[in-house]
């Protein structure tokens, strides 16, 4: 069984810093590409950022500049932090990983929990 953890939400002021943190447990051969999505009340999810186990990142317009996405390969984790925030970034925030749970498997896509990110102005 594999479970993605996501931690480090909460409540902060516009212009403030969250850092997230997304562990991943569990029958583990190997991890894959690793995102960040989110979600806001009536909106559909949306990519925030992604890493590719080489290192190689993307991010959304929205939060490029603003933002950075990391990973620590020996500890299955994956970060992302995210500076000068602002209302519009409040939402549920949720990690993704493509996993690949034996050395003969295909990967398999799996989600955290979420966690709420709310931004106060």
């Known amino acids: 069984q594999v479970q993605l953890v996501e931690s480090g939400g909460g409540l902060v002021q516009a212009g403030e810093s969250l850092r997230l943190s997304c562990a991943a447990s569990?029958?583990?051969?190997?991890?894959?590409?690793m995102n960040w999505y989110r979600q806001a009340p009536g909106k559909q999810r949306e990519l925030v950022a992604g890493?590719?186990?080489?290192?190689?990142?993307n991010y959304a317009d929205s939060v490029k500049g603003r933002s950075t996405i990391s990973r620590d390969n020996a500890k299955n984790t994956m970060y992302l932090q995210m500076n000068s925030l602002k209302p519009e970034d409040t939402a549920v925030y949720y990690c993704h990983a493509s996993i690949q749970v034996t050395r003969w498997s295909m990967s398999s896509n799996y989600w955290g929990q979420g966690t709420q990110v709310t931004v106060s102005s």
């Open positions: 569990g029958s583990i051969f190997s991890i894959n590409a």
């Open positions: 890493i590719l186990s080489s290192g190689g990142t």
